[in-house]
């Protein structure tokens, strides 16, 4: 089979396109003929700086497909199915295995693009959002590079549970089309000041929830946005900031800090996270949820997609494609 892999860390030119052996069923998995796979923030941090598993190396941990086979242990899954899974690894190939615990299946009639999108973002937003956040209806919630996968999901997922939704990115024109997704208040990050902003939008108070996927100093500066026993939830370093988290301010609110990685939450809460995700599929094939796709490239110019995404002008997701 056809996979992009690396054998070295470093830019997106480390990418070659090159036969390598089919993966191997597991006994409790599947392989599925891939034929969509979403680029995930996390697919640049491993190329740029994760110690290789392997050599060639196959990153990607987000794809769709059909399933090829099936191991003995699986019964909720059939060669032929069209199925949307989460993978450690070996995603950008034309087939990859993977565990039938986080796997779902794709609805039929629905599109395989979107949905090979859904479960990462859609999860974790999910999770930040209730199963951690504790959102309620009513409350403030202020959802960090809204543009994003996870952004975009949580902005609808807050709006639609009645939160009050305020979010950031870095252009006013991507502001401007968040409302659409039920944004209320928009923070171009390149030219406000974070805290201002937010109380200018909601009042010095202030609000109850912070999803962050930024870090750094971000992570900090969203401290002094927060009500008193507000809660942040980190679940990212997508701006790799250096700059360490300090807790002082934190404690003068009574807030919480806490840390979200959506695996964690697939093998330690599996039916609760895994049933959210699936509604959150079933939503987005009905048009009850969107999935934005701003741009579109070949398996084989994985080099072209991470260094598009790197340029930080995506709205919505990036997505390859095995066939064209």
């Known amino acids: 089979m056809k996979a992009s892999v690396y054998y070295e860390n470093g830019g997106p030119e480390v990418f070659r396109y090159e036969d390598v052996p089919d993966p191997a069923c597991p006994p409790d998995g599947i392989v599925i003929d891939v034929e969509v796979i979403s680029v995930e923030g996390g697919d640049m941090i491993n190329r740029s700086r994760v110690p290789l598993l392997s050599r060639p190396h196959i990153v990607g941990y987000q794809c769709a497909g059909t399933v090829r086979e099936v191991g ?4 909720n899954f059939r060669v032929g199915d069209r199925v949307v899974s989460v ?4 995603a950008y190939a034309e087939r990859v295995a993977a565990s039938a615990a986080r796997t779902w299946a794709v ?10 999108s859904v479960p990462v973002a859609f999860g974790t937003a999910h999770v930040a959002l209730f199963a951690l956040g504790n959102l309620a209806k009513g409350e403030k919630v202020l959802v960090h590079a809204g543009a994003g996968g996870v952004g975009l999901a949580a902005i609808q997922l807050a709006k639609e549970a009645g939160a009050e939704v305020l979010t950031t990115a870095s252009s006013d024109d991507k502001l401007a ?16 000041s974070l805290q201002d ?13 912070v999803l962050d996927s930024v870090g750094g100093k971000n992570l900090q500066d969203s401290v002094g946005c927060l009500a008193y026993r507000g809660r942040i939830v980190s679940l990212g370093r997508a701006g790799r900031d250096p700059t360490l988290f300090d807790p002082y301010p934190l404690w003068a609110k009574n807030g919480s800090l806490i840390g979200l990685y959506l695996l964690s939450s697939l093998d330690h809460e599996h039916a609760q996270t895994h049933r959210a995700i699936a509604e959150c599929i079933e939503r987005v094939a009905r048009g009850e949820l ?13 080099a072209k997609a991470h260094t598009y995404v790197e340029q930080r002008q995506a709205f919505g997701r990036v997505v390859l494609h095995t066939r064209g």
């Open 290 to 302: 969107r999935v934005v796709i701003d741009k579109q490239f070949a398996l084989a110019d994985a």
């Open 177 to 192: 089309r968040l409302r659409e997704f039920g944004a209320a208040h928009g923070i171009n990050y390149k030219t406000s």
């Open 107 to 116: 609805p039929a009639g629905a599109d395989l693009v979107p949905i090979a």
């Open 72 to 75: 003995p242990q699986v019964k």
């Open 87 to 90: 993978v450690p690894n070996g």
């Open 197 to 209: 902003a937010v109380a200018k939008a909601v009042g010095p108070r202030g609000v109850n929830l």
